[in-house]
């Protein structure tokens, strides 16, 4: 896309990613992540969770993967987000933008990931124009 001529309001096209069990164990394989409460229901009741917990790069990584596909590889310069709530097996992500303004580095959107009405993450991001990514 032309980011160029993208409009103040609504941004890209939701992005959404279904979270499973084995989704998190992957994920805990990748990160070399060794803390049971993500593949441990056990261990995580005791910490008062009601299952598991999935890894925070699932919503971040579904915001990322929402600005790629938007406006390409290498146009994220700025990703600034903050966690609000855990997410769990059978959530299912949505990561959604909204345009704020354009600068001379570029489109400048407030961004978030939920799961139904629960807020899992949200922040801002600047990504490239077109024009200033060669």
Not at 26 to 46: F, G, K, Q, S, T
Not at 67 to 73: E, F, S
């Amino acid at each position: 896309m032309d980011t160029s001529r993208a409009v103040l309001g609504p941004g890209p096209t939701p992005f959404r990613c279904p979270v499973d069990r084995m989704r998190i164990a992957w994920m805990a394989v990748a990160l070399e992540d060794p803390n049971l409460i993500h593949v441990e229901e056990e261990v995580a009741r005791r910490a008062g969770y009601p299952s598991v917990i999935a890894h925070g790069t699932f919503p971040i990584g579904a915001i990322g993967a929402l600005l790629t596909r938007w406006a390409g590889p290498g146009s994220v310069r700025l990703l600034d987000v903050r966690l609000t709530s855990p997410t769990f097996p059978g959530d299912q992500i949505e990561a959604s933008a909204r345009v704020t303004g354009h600068g001379p580095d570029g489109v400048q959107l407030e961004v978030e990931a939920r799961a139904g009405e629960r807020m899992l993450a949200r922040g801002i991001a600047l990504v490239a124009l077109d024009h200033q990514l060669r």
